[in-house]
């Protein structure tokens, strides 16, 4: 797996089981797009965790914006999106300002579901659900 | 002569198949490798067919989770380590159509010891009409994983989640202290 990882960064370019992540820490925005169903969620999402949590470890920082722009996630994908949430928000709890942005593709009704499972208990978190157009590749 | 009997043989098991509206159907042992190549099959297919994005989309979902179970659950597999550590286990994948619907059965063996718990979870999830599906996954979803669980326990939640009827479930007892375990969601 090609991990390019700076202080400023992280970016994974996608595989056809595991989502495109770039993280601009820089600027404050964070992106994963694509699917997620990795034969080890654990080995995929670990450096995400650590990079994520060092980041929103700095204290003051930039606001955050969080574009979540997955069209597929297997329930072991769930449980790390899920870890992912619980620390933006603690961090927007501690006073960070961030915002996430769920994105779904139209008629997709399972996705849109899902992003509001994983916004019922976001207090501190501003989450905007987001319809976007299909791209016609289901 | 042995080569008629041969075409024979496999026609008719390709016309039973058939006659069971079976699209594709996979037996012996699985990886993640051929559920990565399988699941990208079956969706190749069914789009060509014009199936309606959000179908293709259930069905590649309920097919990933029940083809992880088999991977991580079956009670029939051979581990090694060559560059990388490698695992194969034994199960049976199959999809096809019923009634206008899409169907996909595992099927795959599991330990006795195992299955009065399987069958209790199978049971609860059965009884839940969709708020209450929707309601324990949510509830699931915050759960730290049960200790030594590989997935999140929140894949039949999904399976029961994206079928459009109750799941359907069996076992058979193999005698040899482990029993055939089948599942069947209709999309």
């Known amino acids: 797996m090609d991990i390019r990882t700076t202080m400023e960064s992280l970016k994974i370019p996608a595989t056809g089981r595991t989502p495109e992540v770039d993280f601009d820490f820089a600027q404050g925005v964070l992106r994963l797009s694509g699917e997620s169903y990795p034969d080890d969620v654990a080995t995929f999402f670990g450096p995400i965790f650590a990079a994520l949590r060092a980041f929103l470890a700095e204290a003051g920082g930039h606001p955050i914006r969080f574009d979540m722009e997955l069209l597929y996630f297997n329930s072991s994908s769930a449980?790390?999106?899920?870890?992912?949430?619980?620390?933006?928000?603690?961090?927007?709890?501690?006073?960070?300002?961030?915002?996430?942005?769920?994105?779904?593709?139209?008629?997709?009704?399972?996705m849109q579901e899902?992003?509001?499972?994983?916004?019922?208990?976001?207090?501190?978190?501003?989450?905007?659900?987001?319809?976007?157009?299909?791209?016609?590749?289901? | 002569m042995d080569s008629i009997m041969l075409a024979q043989q496999y026609a008719g098991i390709k016309?039973?198949?058939?006659?069971?509206?079976?699209?594709?159907?996979?037996?012996g042992y699985l990886s993640e490798g051929i559920l990565y190549s399988l699941?990208?099959?079956?969706?190749?297919?069914?789009?060509?067919?014009?199936?309606?994005?959000?179908?293709?989309?259930?069905?590649?979902?309920?097919?990933?989770?029940?083809?992880?179970?088999?991977?991580?659950?079956?009670?029939?597999?051979?581990?090694?380590?060559?560059?990388?550590?490698?695992?194969?286990?034994?199960?049976?994948?199959?999809?096809?159509?019923?009634?206008?619907?899409?169907?996909?059965?595992?099927?795959?063996?599991?330990?006795?010891?195992?299955?009065?718990?399987?069958?209790?979870?199978?049971?609860?999830?059965?009884?839940?009409?969709?708020?209450?599906?929707?309601?324990?996954?949510?509830?699931?979803?915050?759960?730290?994983?049960?200790?030594?669980a590989r997935g999140a326990n929140i894949g039949l939640i999904e399976i029961a989640r994206r079928a459009s009827e109750p799941i359907e479930y069996d076992f058979l007892d193999l005698d040899d202290g482990k029993s055939f375990f089948c599942l069947k969601a209709r999309i």
């Open chain 2, 15 to 27: 016309r039973d198949l058939d006659e069971k509206g079976i699209i594709f159907s996979f037996s």
């Open chain 1, 79 to 110: 449980k790390a999106l899920m870890n992912i949430f619980q620390m933006l928000e603690t961090a927007a709890g501690d006073g960070r300002s961030i915002s996430v942005t769920w994105c779904y593709e139209e008629n997709d009704e399972s």
């Open chain 2, 39 to 148: 699941g990208e099959a079956l969706r190749e297919k069914m789009t060509l067919e014009e199936t309606d994005g959000p179908t293709v989309r259930r069905v590649f979902a309920v097919f990933v989770e029940q083809m992880q179970n088999i991977i991580r659950y079956s009670a029939e597999k051979v581990t090694g380590a060559r560059e990388k550590p490698v695992e194969l286990s034994a199960g049976m994948v199959t999809i096809g159509m019923e009634g206008g619907k899409v169907f996909i059965v595992c099927g795959n063996t599991v330990y006795n010891a195992d299955v009065p718990r399987l069958r209790d979870r199978l049971e609860y999830l059965k009884g839940l009409d969709k708020d209450a599906i929707k309601t324990y996954y949510r509830e699931q979803l915050r759960e730290t994983p049960e200790e030594g």
């Open chain 1, 114 to 138: 899902l992003g509001e499972d994983f916004a019922e208990d976001l207090e501190h978190v501003a989450f905007t659900l987001k319809q976007i157009p299909a791209d016609g590749a289901s």
